[in-house]
């Protein structure tokens, strides 16, 4: 027997049919539609891009403008030949690829649909969903041009609290949000935050 997980659902379909290779694009969408993070000509930063959903959407959106800057470990599963998308294979941890990636900001938008390989611990999956958000939030405090929105997704057990508060110290505004597009059984949310207010200077938290 099937899980719920295996079985294609209504976004699942709807993604096929609209040439996106995953159902998470309409996560994105619906986290924009709330948020408005996606606007004008911006520069977004895609960490853990693959299978290039996002990324796909976000270039569909911009319709050639602005730019997309995209890592991830694995390939992308589509091809990208748009003039504004950079893609790199590579791990967000590499300093080199910090590097290059810190190199072609300032960023309006830094977000992360990034996963871990879970293990079937809840714990320790959890753990791991975690260190990941916590890099995502260095390259937005490093990366971000002030007034610029972050999102990243994040497997829920306690962690969030904390996390929103340090969002809470840089951005206007921080909030957990999970979109309608999440499967009912899972245990993912997203946390969004707008409004940031820059570097950090001396002296501040």
Known sequence: MKSSYEKPDF????????GYPARSVYKLAEIDAKFHVVGGAPRV????????SW????????????FIAAVDLQGLTIELPFDNFH?????LYDPAVRGELQALGPYNLVLSDAAPATTGNRIVDQGASESI????????????APGGAFIAKI????????????LRKRFS??????????????????????GFRGPAHSGQA
């Open 11 to 18: 976004w699942s379909l709807k993604a096929k049919k609209e």
């Open 155 to 166: 497997f829920q057990g306690g962690a969030e609290k904390a996390l929103l508060d340090a």
């Open 173 to 194: 505004s921080a909030r957990g949000f999970k979109p309608e597009a999440c499967r009912s059984e899972s245990f993912e949310t997203y946390l969004v935050a707008t």
């Open 55 to 66: 990324s796909l959407w976000l270039l569909r959106k911009l319709a050639g403008r602005g």
């Open 45 to 52: 930063l895609d960490i853990g891009a693959a299978p290039g």
């Open 133 to 144: 958000v916590e890099a995502v939030m260095d390259y937005a405090f490093s990366c971000l």
């Open 87 to 91: 893609f790199i294979k590579g791990d």
